[in-house]
């Protein structure tokens, strides 16, 4: 099975301060298709998981665009250019390239200093 | 407007059995793969199972194979969690979600809580 490893697992940031994720993963997901499925989402306190970023760098829409992925073959990032109070929560990184099982990093658990 | 309503959750004791539904509604669920996601109290998210658009075919995690079944009607657009033998490692928020051409988990529901307990 994909282990996918993020780190820091606590990120305390400051208002309007930059934030960067890092999402490793045991193996390459470059899929033979020549695509990467490595997905982020974000969970807000006490709601669902809501995706932010797919195929490593594409936006959701009604994504802010201060959320940008970035990454290829087992080293993945996403970063936040300006943090808001809006996005205290714990961010995830989740791989679909080689499944099963579908397999999602530990969390990150994005607050504000 | 896509929406994916979970239900079927509650208290049941080890070894017993509980039958989860996803209604979905807003997008031709036909065409979608479907999943179920769960999270334990506190943890991270965890994947269970996944079927194909026309129910043909089915995968499971490790944890939960022989004991779950996911199927769908596609004339009702529902999903469903057959769980049976329940664990109390299977306590957890179970959410549904969708899945079209490799991009996951687009939309999800707001979970139902399964609770394992004597």
């Known amino acids: 099975d994909v282990v996918l490893t993020q780190s820091p697992l606590s990120l305390p940031v400051t208002l309007g301060q930059p934030a960067s994720i890092s999402c490793k993963s045991s193996?390459?997901?470059?899929?033979?298709?020549?695509?990467?499925?490595l997905n982020w989402f974000q969970q807000r306190p006490g709601q669902s998981p809501r995706r932010l970023i797919y195929?490593?760098?594409k936006r959701d829409s009604g994504v802010p665009d201060r959320f940008s992925g970035s990454g290829s073959g087992t080293d993945f990032t996403l970063k936040i250019s300006r943090v808001e109070a809006e996005d205290v929560g714990v961010y995830y990184c989740m791989q679909n390239t080689h499944w099963p099982p579908y397999t999602f990093g530990q969390g990150t658990s994005l607050e504000i200093k | 407007e896509v929406q994916l309503v979970e239900s079927g959750g509650g208290v049941v004791q080890p070894g017993g059995s509980l039958s989860l539904s996803c209604a979905a509604s807003?997008?031709?669920?036909?065409?979608?793969?479907m999943h179920w996601v769960r999270q334990a109290p506190g943890k991270g998210l965890v994947w269970v199972s996944r079927i194909s658009s026309d129910g043909s075919g089915t995968s499971y995690a490790d944890s939960v194979k022989g004991r779950f079944t996911i199927s769908r009607d596609n004339a009702r657009n529902t999903l469903f969690l057959q769980m049976d033998s329940l664990r109390a490692e299977d306590t957890a928020m179970y959410y549904c979600?969708?899945?079209?051409?490799?991009?996951?988990?687009?939309?999800w529901g707001r979970g139902t809580l399964v609770t394992v307990s004597s």
């Open positions: 979600a969708r899945d079209k051409n490799a991009e996951p988990y687009d939309s």
């Open positions: 807003g997008f031709t669920f036909s065409t979608y793969w």
């Open positions: 193996q390459s997901l470059l899929h033979s298709s020549g695509s990467t499925y």
């Open positions: 195929k490593v760098s």
